[in-house]
């Protein structure tokens, strides 16, 4: 094969893959090989120069950069939309079109209205020629260089009968996606982020250095025809599209054709169920009269067609202002800062407070107190503030110079529903209260991990009746468990005298308990039944756990701690910042008041025995007559660790049927495999 004709084969190939990738949605390579083949031919071009035309795929890479765009006038006007924003609005404009040709109903093409840039574009015998943006509709800007780098847009047609002169009409939008992956790359340059994919778009199409243009990934949808000189037209808009789509232009997939106006609210309705769910944004539908004769008939009116009308969904963005910034305090104690906000309706509905997420998004947005800010809501999502308006932000007079009215927001230092020190989490964005015991806020949480099986293990003290408890007064703090009555519990919804009795026979039974499930119970951050009880083992006693965390110098009562095996500084600071809140030391206090008891011994004994002693097991497989927990329990008992995955630290894996991965790691790295009897062995215990 010639270069000439592999150089045809490759422009052939790469306008197939882009069709099927851009247009029929069913890509049959992998972005590799699509890259392996533009190379190819790339360096083809690159030793014969001849071979490089208007339209191969390697024209979308972008050349100098220019000086500025030029003028593109349209020989078709660029013309604007009437928009409908109600439902009355959508069934006046079905009449009026009904009436004007004197039928009974009309057939539309709908689809959805893409929130991005319209342009239009030129082809001459099936070749991109040129391309522009809609301006002010009559004279628009040359972008020629910069939507040759879109991939969606084909630079030369498919088919062989293809007109002379070809002008279409679409949208060019930047995909969810692409957008998030634009924003993390401005994140990581240090970079100012875009607001939306729309401005993200518009701001890539409009660069004078096609270069940047391709290196943000753009899309198009195909959405009309405003000329076809030297070719046959279809008889309608949704045969037009179909035609385009045979072409080589990707079209919405959304289309569709309805009949009159309840047609068309069902295809509204249907639209914005979906909206959220969609790769892209879009702010309404597009509903057009789908003869073409019939579009002749009615005409214009002004700048807009009477054959045409978009039905706008409820604004997802507005502006208004900031009133104040308040602190929330979720389930887990984790504190949001929410802007509290002068109303706005948004999204189809009135807003007055929106998320600010955490304190590093409130400093990255620079939002204070007075902004105006820019609130978004689409579909269901709660409101979030998008960011600050700086010019105009309030001023005052300070020593003759303006300055910004308001501070930079702080996250408190105590928590503002329990007054709990707040607690920054190591590496993380979150700040947390640490009164898990107290903090009305947490209260359900923490009420319901205290009495799971893992912890104090309650039968029958459930989400719904922790609920309604909390709700009527019956429950503040785990504490207060150990003191309800048959008397209290019969007057709650739905709770019949026997329920009553049978909870609390479970909670009597529950105070009678170890001290892992003590402290697992208590709901320390980052403590979890494993560091529960290995915090157990270490201390021997609550009160000697206590004693390490609140010692007066910090460094010593952190490195205390960390003394226990596989305890780090996260989980240690955790553990003294709950124990020096001395409402959490109350709760304790009171629980051992209600007669919660716990076995404990001295910690030298602990550590002095056991055959497993310093041994880190894994379990993996059913074993003939152990469950997973009677092992670990078994493992535990004789001063060994049970570790969920096996690494070179493993010095036994004890399989059972069907092991599985981690049977194959622990033969891969030469550790020792044991079965029940082996393990049984290990231990000193024999079958029951």
Request: hydrophobic fraction near 40%.
């Amino acid at each position: 094969m010639t270069a000439t004709e592999r150089a045809q084969a490759l422009r052939e190939l790469l306008n197939r893959y882009n069709i099927e990738y851009y247009v029929l949605d069913s890509p049959t390579v992998p972005d590799a090989e699509y890259d392996k083949l533009f190379r190819e031919l790339e360096s083809l071009e690159n030793e014969h120069p001849a071979l490089r035309t208007p339209d191969s795929p390697t024209q979308r890479v972008g050349g100098r950069p220019l000086d500025a765009f030029e003028p593109a006038i349209h020989a078709v006007p660029m013309l604007s939309l009437n928009n409908a924003f109600s439902d009355d609005d959508l069934i006046s404009f079905d009449r009026r079109a009904r009436e004007a040709l004197g039928v009974e109903s009309v057939s539309y093409d709908v689809g959805p209205k893409f929130d991005g840039l319209a342009i239009t574009l030129i082809y001459r015998n099936g070749v991109f020629e040129s391309g522009a943006t809609r301006g002010d509709g009559s004279t628009g800007e040359n972008v020629t260089a910069n939507l040759k780098t879109v991939r969606a847009i084909p630079l030369r047609l498919r088919g062989d009968r293809l007109p002379a002169l070809l002008e279409v009409r679409g949208e060019v939008l930047m995909l969810r996606a692409d957008f998030d992956r634009l924003n993390a790359d401005q994140d990581a340059r240090g970079d100012k982020r875009f607001v939306n994919p729309r401005n993200a778009a518009a701001g890539a199409l409009r660069q004078l250095d096609s270069r940047i243009t391709a290196s943000r990934r753009l899309n198009f949808f195909a959405y009309g025809i405003a000329r076809c000189e030297g070719g046959e037209m279809p008889a309608t808009q949704s045969g037009a599209m179909a035609w385009l789509k045979t072409l080589g232009f990707p079209v919405s997939k959304l289309a569709a054709r309805v009949d009159g106006a309840e047609g068309l609210l069902d295809y509204y309705r249907h639209i914005g169920e979906l909206r959220p769910t969609l790769p892209f944004d879009i702010d309404g539908v597009v509903y057009k009269v789908d003869s073409f004769a019939d579009q002749e008939k009615l005409g214009f009116v002004s700048r807009a067609p009477r054959w045409a009308i978009a039905h706008k969904f409820p604004a997802e963005e507005a502006l208004t202002v900031v009133e104040g910034i308040d602190v929330q305090v979720g389930r887990t104690g984790a504190l949001t800062p929410v802007a509290r906000l002068q109303p706005v309706f948004v999204g189809g509905v009135t807003v007055t407070n929106a998320t600010l997420h955490n304190l590093d998004e409130v400093h990255r947005k620079d939002v204070r107190v007075g902004d105006t800010v820019i609130v978004r809501r689409a579909g269901d999502v709660i409101p979030e503030v998008v960011g600050a308006l700086l010019e105009r932000r309030p001023k005052e007079t300070v020593a003759g110079e303006e300055v910004p009215k308001y501070a930079p927001f702080a996250m408190p230092t105590t928590c503002p529903v329990c007054g709990s020190h707040v607690a920054r989490e190591e590496g993380a964005a979150a700040y947390r209260c640490t009164g898990g015991l107290v903090c009305s806020a947490q209260r359900k949480q923490a009420l319901l991990h205290f009495a799971s099986r893992r912890a104090m293990d309650i039968e029958g003290l459930g989400d719904k009746l922790v609920d309604q408890m909390v709700d009527v007064g019956l429950l503040r703090t785990p504490a207060d468990i150990y003191k309800l009555g048959i008397l209290k519990l019969a007057e709650l919804e739905r709770m019949a005298e026997k329920s009553a009795a049978n909870l609390l026979a479970s909670i009597d039974k529950s105070r009678n308990t170890t001290l892992q499930r003590v402290i697992y119970a208590l709901g320390i951050r980052n403590v979890g039944e494993s560091t529960a009880k290995d915090l157990a083992r270490h201390f021997g006693k609550l009160d000697g756990l206590i004693e390490a965390a609140t010692l007066a110098d910090e460094a010593a009562a952190l490195a205390a701690i960390q003394a226990v095996p596989d305890v780090g500084p996260i989980v240690a600071k955790s553990i003294r910042d709950f124990m020096l809140e001395s409402h959490n030391i109350e709760v304790i206090e009171q629980l051992r008041a209600g007669g919660v008891v716990w076995a404990e011994s001295d910690p030298s004994e602990l550590l002095a025995t056991g055959p497993l002693l310093g041994k880190t097991l894994v379990v993996t497989g059913t074993l003939p007559s152990l469950s997973r927990d009677e092992a670990k329990a078994l493992i535990e008992a004789a001063g060994g660790k049970v570790a969920g995955s096996v690494s070179k630290k493993t010095d036994y894996v004890v399989a059972g049927e069907a092991a599985g991965s981690k049977l194959d790691k622990a033969q891969e790295l030469g550790i020792a495999i044991v079965d029940e009897a082996g393990l049984r062995a290990l231990v000193g215990s024999q079958p029951a």
